[in-house]
């Protein structure tokens, strides 16, 4: 009695996953996330002289199969300024986000820049350390 009275809930359990599994593996990621791969995640530019500025080019590549798209670079104060292209990346293909940091306080520092893709885990944070003389 149990199993006929919900027979068709039962059903249509079974075709909604069999529907979004085929929807999976023939339309692929719907969300067209790819994969990057950043050659460092943490940056030490050494010891920088106080009122200067200092370039950091942050490379990364496209290990995914869809375009990368920088969507957003936002650096974690205003000592920091970001560049980046805001055009897509193909698969396999490399660019790098051109960070300058100028140097407003002595002593050591550590910085953030996130970076946000279209990959699973966004934003992606690099890191920027070094001491100020």
């Known amino acids: 009695m149990f199993l006929q009275k919900y027979k068709y809930?039962?059903?249509?359990?079974?075709?909604?996953?069999?529907s979004f599994l085929?929807?999976?593996?023939f339309i692929g990621?719907?969300?067209?996330f790819t994969q990057v791969k950043f050659e460092k995640e943490v940056y030490n530019?050494?010891?920088?002289?106080?009122?200067?500025?200092?370039?950091?080019?942050?490379?990364y590549i496209n290990t995914g199969d869809y375009p990368l798209k920088l969507k957003d670079?936002?650096?974690s104060c205003g000592c920091t300024l970001v560049n980046w292209n805001v055009k897509s990346i193909a698969p396999k293909q490399k660019d790098s986000i051109l960070v300058t940091f100028n140097a407003e306080n002595t002593g050591f520092?550590?910085?953030r820049v996130y970076v946000f893709l279209n990959v699973e885990r966004s934003p992606r944070v690099i890191f920027i350390e070094g001491v100020v003389k």
């Not at 990621?29 to 067209?32: E, G, L, M, R």
């Open 73 to 75: 670079v936002k650096p």
């Open 22 to 25: 085929i929807t999976y593996l």
């Open 45 to 59: 530019i050494g010891t920088v002289e106080f009122s200067s500025a200092t370039d950091i080019k942050i490379k």
């Open 9 to 18: 809930l039962f059903v249509l359990v079974i075709i909604f996953m069999l």
């Open 109 to 111: 520092f550590l910085k």
């Open 29 to 32: 990621n719907a969300n067209n």
